[in-house]
């Protein structure tokens, strides 16, 4: 039955895609963060959903001539130049198979992200999406918050199998980010009923993201709650409150013995880093992946380079002193993993990109509010926020090609696009204005 239902569904969203392409965006990132094929038994475990939702949406745009308007904006450049920076490093990769490989999942990532750049042109569109990618992350917030409180807080909370969000560290770090979303669209939203499921599934992400026992997301939930008292009206005294509050229940739960244990030993874990091995090992690994890049300045060592020989030829001592455990290949830092697979051009390029996003987003909120639209001003708050949060954990784990990181790359340059529409229609308003300054108004009728 449960595959019947998922089939239906599926269904649904292939013939919206094709009657509305924009409804087939949504649905694509619905499916992508849902991965509803992974909870059914039978068949539907294997159809490929999310690809067929794009087929749709493509021939949408074709039966119905969807008008398209390629975005000049700086962003959308520094994009391009990065996947072209991508096919050069995978040109001259170390190991082209893996490397290739990865390629074509990049590649995907980057043709959603400017399929939804060309049909979001509206704010209601824009907040459309973010909706959807608020729902779908905030269900696994709350399943993972009840589950969480039931088990104690013994339990690891995991993301949607077959998804990129499946281990602890990813649906911990989509969680952190969906903070900021939960929150201001709880502040934006008019329906009272929506209202409120956005401030409990906010609520309930919490015990699930201290669940991930991932200390990077723990990190994360700290700075969006940062950010979002700091961006209140009374910031000092909501700040000051929160921390007292913090350190009261701390020192309660601490004094009456409330912590659970898992809890307990990982938050030791992050307080005495440097007695911990697998932060050790983490300092070790930045250091291999900094040498890597170093070595190959240019182009980088490509996607998935990692193999014991790499390790052997740059960084002989660290399987010296890890040897016979088994290690994880990996930098464990989106910083050091853009320069060890793309070298010093490839992280200037993504440098520039969060650079480019976060002056994008300061010049966005300043128009927002010269146009007196407060829900743009918001949406721009509200994305400075989820990228800090980004940054943060990722500092920490290997998120350099996160999709959801690149989905909000492409809703920040839909927030630009309308930003500038809004103020060209106001420019021509008051240009009318000015020349018609006696304006008649006739009256209503009864």
Same mark, same amino acid.
């Given at each position: 039955?449960?595959?019947?239902?998922? @089939?239906?569904?599926?269904?649904?969203?292939?013939?919206?895609?094709? =009657?509305?392409?924009?409804? %087939?965006?949504? &649905?694509?990132?619905?499916?992508?963060?849902?991965?509803?094929?992974?909870?059914?038994?039978?068949?539907?475990?294997?159809?490929?959903?999310? $690809?067929?939702?794009?087929?749709?949406?493509?021939?949408? #745009?074709?039966?119905?001539?969807?008008?398209?308007?390629?975005?000049?904006?700086?962003?959308?450049?520094?994009?391009?130049?990065?996947?072209?920076?991508?096919?050069?490093?995978?040109?001259?990769?170390?190991?082209?198979?893996? +490397?290739?490989?990865?390629?074509?999942?990049?590649?995907?990532?980057?043709? #959603?992200?400017?399929?939804?750049?060309?049909?979001?042109?509206?704010?209601?569109?824009?907040?459309?999406?973010?909706?959807?990618?608020?729902? *779908?992350?905030?269900?696994?917030?709350?399943?993972?918050?009840?589950?969480?409180?039931? !088990?104690?807080?013994?339990?690891?909370?995991?993301?949607?199998?077959?998804?990129?969000?499946?281990?602890?560290?990813?649906?911990?770090?989509?969680?952190?980010?969906?903070?900021?979303?939960?929150?201001?669209?709880? =502040?934006?939203?008019?329906?009272?009923?929506?209202?409120?499921?956005?401030?409990?599934?906010?609520?309930?992400?919490?015990?699930?993201?201290?669940?991930?026992?991932?200390?990077?997301?723990?990190?994360?939930?700290?700075?969006?709650?940062?950010?979002? @008292?700091?961006?209140? =009206?009374? =910031?000092?005294?909501?700040?000051?409150?929160?921390?007292? &509050?913090?350190?009261?229940?701390?020192?309660? #739960?601490?004094?009456?013995?409330?912590?659970?244990?898992?809890?307990?030993?990982?938050?030791?874990?992050?307080?005495?880093?440097?007695?911990?091995?697998?932060?050790?090992?983490?300092?070790?690994?930045?250091?291999? *992946?900094?040498?890597?890049?170093?070595?190959?300045?240019?182009? %980088?060592?490509?996607?998935?380079?990692?193999?014991?020989? #790499?390790? $052997?030829?740059?960084?002989?001592?660290?399987?010296?002193?890890?040897?016979?455990?088994?290690?994880?290949?990996? *930098?464990? !830092?989106?910083?050091?993993?853009?320069?060890?697979?793309?070298?010093?051009?490839?992280?200037?390029?993504?440098?520039?990109?969060?650079? &480019?996003?976060?002056?994008?987003?300061?010049?966005?909120?300043?128009? +927002?509010?010269?146009?007196?639209?407060?829900?743009?001003?918001?949406?721009?708050?509200?994305?400075?926020?989820?990228?800090?949060?980004?940054?943060?954990?990722?500092?920490?784990?290997?998120?350099?090609?996160?999709? @959801?990181?690149?989905?909000?790359?492409?809703?920040?340059?839909?927030?630009?696009?309308?930003?500038? !529409?809004? $103020?060209?229609?106001?420019?021509?308003?008051?240009? @009318?204005?000015?020349?018609?300054?006696?304006?008649?108004?006739?009256?209503?009728?009864?």
């Amino acid at each position: 039955m449960r595959d019947v239902v998922i @089939l239906g569904m599926f269904i649904g969203c292939c013939l919206m895609a094709i =009657r509305k392409p924009y409804w %087939g965006i949504l &649905s694509y990132v619905g499916l992508g963060l849902l991965n509803p094929h992974s909870f059914a038994w039978g068949f539907a475990r294997t159809i490929p959903m999310a $690809q067929l939702v794009v087929v749709s949406t493509f021939l949408g #745009m074709v039966l119905f001539r969807q008008q398209i308007v390629f975005p000049k904006e700086r962003e959308v450049k520094i994009l391009i130049a990065l996947f072209l920076m991508f096919c050069v490093s995978t040109v001259f990769a170390i190991n082209p198979e893996n +490397a290739t490989t990865k390629l074509l999942e990049v590649s995907k990532i980057f043709l #959603m992200v400017f399929i939804v750049i060309f049909l979001i042109n509206t704010k209601e569109r824009l907040w459309g999406l973010l909706r959807v990618i608020a729902l *779908c992350l905030g269900f696994f917030g709350l399943k993972g918050g009840i589950w969480s409180i039931l !088990s104690g807080g013994q339990e690891l909370v995991f993301g949607p199998e077959e998804s990129f969000l499946y281990s602890n560290n990813s649906i911990g770090l989509a969680l952190g980010m969906n903070l900021p979303i939960l929150f201001y669209l709880f =502040r934006v939203e008019s329906r009272s009923w929506l209202k409120y499921i956005f401030l409990i599934m906010f609520i309930f992400s919490y015990p699930a993201i201290i669940c991930t026992f991932s200390r990077g997301a723990w990190m994360g939930a700290c700075v969006a709650t940062f950010l979002i @008292l700091w961006y209140t =009206r009374y =910031r000092f005294f909501w700040l000051i409150l929160g921390g007292m &509050s913090a350190a009261i229940l701390a020192f309660s #739960m601490i004094t009456f013995n409330l912590v659970p244990e898992k809890i307990g030993k990982r938050f030791d874990q992050l307080v005495n880093y440097e007695e911990e091995s697998s932060a050790q090992s983490r300092l070790w690994s930045w250091e291999f *992946c900094r040498r890597v890049g170093f070595g190959n300045p240019l182009t %980088g060592a490509g996607f998935n380079y990692y193999s014991r020989e #790499m390790y $052997q030829r740059y960084y002989p001592e660290f399987l010296t002193k890890y040897t016979g455990s088994k290690t994880y290949w990996s *930098c464990h !830092s989106m910083w050091f993993t853009i320069l060890g697979e793309q070298g010093f051009i490839g992280s200037g390029l993504w440098v520039s990109l969060l650079g &480019s996003c976060f002056l994008g987003l300061r010049k966005a909120g300043r128009n +927002a509010l010269h146009l007196r639209d407060p829900v743009l001003h918001l949406f721009s708050r509200m994305f400075v926020g989820v990228f800090l949060v980004y940054m943060v954990v990722g500092t920490f784990l290997d998120v350099a090609y996160f999709e @959801l990181f690149f989905q909000m790359v492409a809703a920040i340059v839909c927030l630009k696009g309308i930003v500038k !529409s809004a $103020q060209k229609t106001h420019s021509k308003e008051m240009a @009318l204005n000015t020349n018609n300054p006696t304006v008649i108004v006739e009256p209503k009728l009864a």
